[in-house]
C-alpha cells in the first residue's frame, strides 16, 4: 500500500483546512485509515480513524468536535476536515493504513504516507 498525504499549510486560529490521503496498490489488505501528527519536539500522537467498510471513526480527545474523518472508497482517499484549529494544532500530520479497528498504536499501523505540514498561527 502506498499512501500520499496532501493539504497541509498555514492558516489562522479559528480556520480550516482539509488533508486528504490517497492509497494505491494492495488498499484491500487495509482496514482503517488514520492519521497521527508530531509536533515539534513531540512524540507522534493518534488523532483520528475511519474504516474503509462502513466509515466508523474514532478521535482522539483533544480533536473531538473539531476535527472530521472520512473515506471515498470509490477514489481510495481519505480526509481530515480540521476546523476551530489551534496554535497546538501545528504539526507534521501523516496518514496511515491499519489492520485493526480501534489500533491507535503506530505499531499497529503498516502503510505510511509522508507528512504534510500544517502551521497554525496565533
Known amino acids: 500500500v502506498q499512501l500520499q498525504a496532501s493539504g497541509g499549510g498555514l492558516v489562522q486560529t479559528g480556520g480550516s483546512l482539509r488533508l486528504s490521503c490517497t492509497a494505491s496498490?494492495?488498499?484491500?489488505?487495509?482496514?482503517?485509515m488514520g492519521w497521527f501528527r508530531q509536533a515539534p519536539g513531540k512524540e507522534r500522537e493518534f488523532v483520528a480513524a475511519?474504516?474503509?467498510?462502513?466509515?466508523?471513526?474514532y478521535y482522539t480527545g483533544s480533536v473531538k468536535g473539531r476535527f472530521t474523518i472520512s473515506r471515498d472508497n470509490a477514489k481510495s482517499t481519505g480526509y481530515l476536515q480540521m476546523n476551530s484549529l489551534k496554535p497546538e494544532d501545528t504539526a507534521v500530520y501523516y496518514c496511515?493504513?491499519?489492520?485493526?479497528?480501534?489500533?491507535?498504536?503506530?505499531?499497529?499501523?503498516?502503510?505510511w504516507g509522508q507528512g504534510t505540514l500544517v502551521t497554525v498561527s496565533s
Open positions: 496498490g494492495r488498499t484491500f489488505s487495509s482496514v482503517i
Open positions: 475511519v474504516n474503509w467498510v462502513g466509515g466508523n471513526t
Open positions: 496511515a493504513a491499519g489492520r485493526r479497528w480501534l489500533a491507535t498504536s503506530e505499531r499497529e499501523f503498516d502503510y
